[in-house]
């Protein structure tokens, strides 16, 4: 079966989305950093058929994303000394680590932590922001390849996707930052100046 392909301006693409989250579809979608790869982080069937894509471990948790900054709270502990720090990276092409709340996804929280993307896309901010839902995600490749950035690619490696939508990336993944760990350290990427500086200032 063939994957619907749309570009994120395309009128259709509101229906298609909701109807992937509510349905328990897969979908490929833009993000200000490479294309990812997800859907409803409750639905365990669409969960499931992505690590089986993947060839990802049932300990591996995906990334959740959401459509704005409001909505980390309802997700994540933000301790208040890191607040500004994350209000500052955000949105952005950040995966921030923070402490899981209860109502955040299993597929997305390992050992209490989960991780947050809040991408600055406008699939996210005109698309995802209407629907009042977050989605998992993970890059678009199987375990230890590159992620794809060619439709065409993806087609082919993954022919069972169900929605595949359009739009512009930047082509490097989301540097990974800890906050649960004092200070907060890099785990991909490195920590941008001015957080840095602001953390030895606190420290000292």
Excluded at 29 to 40: R, S
Excluded at 46 to 69: E, I, N
Excluded at 103 to 111: F, L
Excluded at 188 to 196: D, F, K, Q, T, V
């Amino acid at each position: 079966m063939t994957p619907t392909i749309l570009r994120i301006d395309d009128p259709r693409v509101p229906g298609c989305v909701l109807e992937a989250l509510e349905t328990g579809l897969v979908m490929i979608f833009p993000t200000d950093t490479i294309y990812g790869m997800g859907g409803n982080p409750w639905d365990e069937g669409v969960v499931a058929k992505l690590r089986d894509l993947k060839g990802r471990a049932d300990d591996q948790p995906f990334t959740l994303h959401l459509a704005s900054v409001a909505e980390i709270d309802g997700y994540a502990d933000v301790p208040e000394r890191v607040r500004p720090a994350v209000l500052s990276l955000l949105p952005g092409p950040y995966t921030l680590l923070l402490p899981a709340r209860p109502a955040a996804p299993a597929c997305s929280v390992r050992g209490g932590t989960v991780g947050i993307r809040v991408p600055k896309h406008p699939f996210f901010a005109s698309v995802l922001a209407p629907t009042a839902r977050p989605v998992f995600g993970t890059s678009v490749n199987r375990q230890g390849e590159p992620p794809s950035q060619e439709i065409d690619e993806m087609i082919d490696r993954f022919p069972s996707v169900d929605l595949i939508l359009v739009g512009d990336v930047m082509g490097a993944p989301s540097d990974i930052l800890d906050f649960t760990a004092v200070p907060p350290r890099a785990v991909r990427g490195r920590l941008p100046a001015s957080l840095w500086t602001s953390e030895n200032s606190r420290d000292s």
